[in-house]
Nanobody
Framework: QVQLVESGGGLVQAGGSLRLACAAS????????MGWYRQAPGNQRELVAT???????NYADSVKGRFTISRDNAKNTVYLQMNSLKPEDTAVYYCNADLYRRWTMSSLGNYWGQGTQVTVSS
């Protein structure tokens, strides 16, 4: 089944670190550009960071200097390294990307990961 699979959430104290991962479910898939989003209770989903197919990155002002998005094309995985975490970073984090078939580059559409909870205690 074609999907994005997230891992790496959890509970951490303020100032701590977590690394999230988002992987394509099959080796025959290619992740193009990807975004990490988050949604806290009662809030709208917001964009946290993006990375292009070539590795260019952008960040929300609230996470600049603390979060790093990166990709390992060999593993077909995108990471979000989160350092100096704050209680306001608490949210469900989602990855989002367009997926393609590796050899034909035919588009399979846009996919969301299942979401992973990040909780930062004060």
């Amino acid at each position: 089944q074609v999907q994005l699979v997230e891992s790496g959430g959890g509970l951490v104290q303020a100032g701590g670190s977590l690394r999230l991962a988002c992987a394509a479910s099959e080796s025959g898939l290619v992740i193009n550009a990807m975004g990490w989003y988050r949604q806290a209770p009662g809030n709208q989903r917001e964009l946290v960071a993006t990375i292009s197919s070539g590795g260019s990155t952008n960040y929300a002002d609230s996470v600049k200097g603390r979060f790093t998005i990166s990709r390992d094309n060999a593993k077909n995985t995108v990471y979000l390294q989160m350092n100096s975490l704050k209680p306001e970073d608490t949210a469900v984090y989602y990855c989002n990307a367009d997926l393609y078939r590796r050899w034909t580059m035919s588009s399979l559409g846009n996919y969301w990961g299942q979401g992973t909870q990040v909780t930062v205690s004060s």
